[in-house]
Nanobody, 115 residues
């Protein structure tokens, strides 16, 4: 059973930084692309970033230059370093992967950017 567990969310002031982590289990981690999405109430979940098993990354335009995704294929973790945070980055952030044709999601971690 694939399991994804996020951590690291919290309250931060505009311009601040946070680092989210996601620990995976139940799959051959190094073979799978990992992704981060976010969602605010009343809106659809939106793409933030992905990282392939080889380390190739892709980012939403809204976070390019501010966020950095990385992975540790030994510890089976994927991280999202978020810098220069803006109030519009406030959302619940989810870790995701696709395994055998099924999308798996963590429970999410809340990020609130507010002064």
């Amino acid at each position: 059973q694939v399991r994804l567990v996020e951590s690291g969310g919290g309250l931060v002031q505009p311009g601040g930084s946070l680092r989210l982590s996601c620990t995976a289990s139940g799959l051959n981690f190094r073979l799978h692309t990992m992704g981060w999405y976010r969602q605010t109430p009343g809106k659809e979940r939106e793409f933030v970033a992905t990282i392939s098993g080889e380390g190739d990354t892709n980012y939403a335009d809204s976070v390019k230059g501010r966020f950095a995704v990385s992975r540790n294929n030994v510890r089976w973790t994927v991280s999202l370093q978020m810098n220069s945070l803006k109030t519009e980055d406030t959302a619940r952030y989810y870790c995701t992967t696709r395994y055998k044709g099924t999308d798996y999601w963590g429970q999410g971690t809340q990020v609130t950017v507010s002064s």
